[in-house]
């Protein structure tokens, strides 16, 4: 069965970087688009940032265009997000998964918590 292991989050205020990370036992992301979500507390998971399979290209939703950077390590077979000039609504539990549908079950995901 394939795991996504979500680290990296924490606390930290605004302004602040953090930098998250995606494993997977079983699965290798080469072979997908991977995408990075988040979810606030009483609100849907949404998406905030894919990588393509082929030429790692990157897309961004508005709200973190400019200041996350998504990216592939294909020795390693991780994915991370580089989040900088976090603000308080970047408050969220992040998780990976494939995009744009979600063929994996979800991880436990890692809290970013931003404060103000």
């Known amino acids: 069965e394939v795991q996504l292991v979500e680290s990296g989050g924490g606390l930290v205020q605004a302004g602040g970087s953090l930098r998250l990370s995606c494993t997977a036992s079983g699965f290798t992301f080469g072979d997908y688009a991977i995408g990075w979500f988040r979810q606030a507390p009483g609100k849907q998971r949404e998406g905030v940032a894919c990588i393509s399979r082929r030429d790692f290209s990157t897309y961004y939703e508005d709200p973190v265009k400019g200041r996350f950077t998504i990216s592939r390590d294909l020795a390693k077979n991780m994915i991370h997000l580089q989040m900088n000039s976090l603000k308080p609504e970047d408050t969220a539990v992040y998780y990976c998964?494939?995009?744009?549908?979600?063929?994996?079950?979800w991880g436990q995901g890692t809290q970013v918590t931003v404060s103000s």
């Open positions: 998964n494939t995009w744009p549908t979600e063929r994996l079950s």
